[in-house]
């Protein structure tokens, strides 16, 4: 490894602040998306369960 | 409803794309996650330091990767949108509506980067430049897309309106692909290019087009997830939909 130690490679020769920075906020990016996905089609999902639910107490009324 | 069964056309229904785009979200995560895997690999541990900028060039990876997908996406959501109200295709606007918060992220990430990459390089975390004012544009013709799209309650009249915004945006992308060339810009100018010789290090520009692929994967992966959201909100009253929740298999 090109770095010798994990200390010089989290220290990135100095830009550390500036590496992690970026690559952090792009993973926390991604990952939020991955969490609104998974948010958004749960809502889908329960969304139609409802539906279904609400005619079939329509039908067994009538 | 029954999709007509013999051309590509089939596709263009919502209740056969759906179980598609299913099979295909794996596969793409899989690649992205590959890919991304590999591309760090290469980034900081195979490509050497920069002579000139020291190990602050690392941010190129994800930098020129998010900025590319930026513009990609913005183009290819403008065209399902006019594809979408050219051809009366409901899916199309769907796929639109699904690429444009990806493509928003994929741009904040270029401008976010780039910020964290100008500060040490140029001093300053933003500058009124051609280059990211334009990029700056992108995001902003992006959330206005949503916003729209968001306001309008009919889903038919949300679809064509956002597919304005879209269309009309898209001479945006030249602007910002060709800045560097037009005006005189603290940014630089295009490190890869299709006619000439790229002007970096084999093994940096292998890293920044595995990271791009990468990200490509990514967002089809993110979209496709997308889609199938939105196409069980407008489909959720059909018989199809109602079928697959009945199976357990939506």
Request: glycine share 6%.
């Amino acid at each position: 490894m090109q770095w010798g130690s994990w200390e010089n490679f989290w220290a990135m020769g100095g830009y550390g602040f500036y590496v992690w920075g970026a690559y952090g906020m792009t993973v926390a990016v991604l990952a939020a998306e991955f969490v609104l996905l998974r948010t958004r089609r749960a809502r889908a999902k329960s969304e139609i369960a409802r539906e279904l639910r609400t005619r079939i107490q329509a039908e067994s009324k009538r | 409803m029954n999709a007509p069964r013999s051309s590509l056309f089939r596709f263009a229904s919502p209740q056969v794309f759906y179980p598609l785009a299913g099979k295909l979200i794996p596969w793409f995560a899989v690649a992205a996650a590959a890919l991304a895997a590999w591309g760090v690999y290469l980034g900081f541990f195979v490509a050497p330091t920069d002579a000139t900028q020291g190990d602050s060039y690392r941010i190129i990876y994800i930098h020129v990767a998010s900025a590319w997908m930026s513009m990609f996406l913005y183009v290819i959501m403008a065209f399902w949108a006019a594809i979408g109200i050219a051809f009366n295709t409901r899916l199309s606007s769907m796929m639109a509506s699904a690429i444009a918060p990806t493509g928003a992220l994929m741009t904040f990430i270029a401008l976010w980067t780039g910020a964290f990459w100008g500060r040490p390089t140029w001093g300053a975390y933003w500058v009124w430049d051609a280059r990211l004012t334009s990029e700056l544009i992108l995001l902003f013709l992006y959330l206005g897309f949503i916003a729209l799209q968001a306001a309008i309650d009919d889903a038919r009249r949300a679809d064509r309106a956002g597919a304005i915004i879209a269309i009309v945006g898209v001479i945006n992308v030249p602007i910002i692909y060709f800045s560097v060339k037009w005006w005189n810009t603290l940014h630089q100018g295009a490190s890869v290019s299709l006619t000439k010789a790229p002007t970096m290090a084999t093994t940096m520009l292998t890293g920044m087009l595995v990271m791009a692929l990468a990200f490509w994967m990514y967002s089809i992966a993110a979209s496709l997830a997308r889609v199938r959201s939105i196409i069980l909100e407008r489909e959720k009253r059909t018989d199809w939909v109602r079928e697959l929740s009945d199976k357990g298999a939506l």
